[in-house]
């Protein structure tokens, strides 16, 4: 609850590239912002599933859960 994990990966890595920051919601859109190309968010299903989703289903073109 106090951090998330969020991975990148290129069409040009083997692996993601992962990084743990502070779990709030103005850091992940923040973070996914400063991405460009196609951003698919992966949610952990919890709780706050379809809050997250609705939070920034206008920020990435797919998510899933």
């Known amino acids: ?14 692996t993601p590239k992962v990084i743990e920051r502070p779990a709030e919601l ?3 859109k923040a ?3 400063t991405l460009r190309g196609r951003k698919v968010l992966a949610i952990e299903e919890t709780t706050s599933t379809h809050w997250l989703y609705v ?11």
Request: no cysteine; aromatic share 4%.
């Open 55 to 65: 939070e920034s289903h206008e920020i990435v073109e797919r998510s899933l859960s």
């Open 31 to 33: 973070f996914l912002l």
């Open 1 to 14: 609850m106090k951090t998330m994990a969020l991975a990148r990966m290129t069409a040009h890595q083997a």
């Open 26 to 28: 103005q850091e992940l």
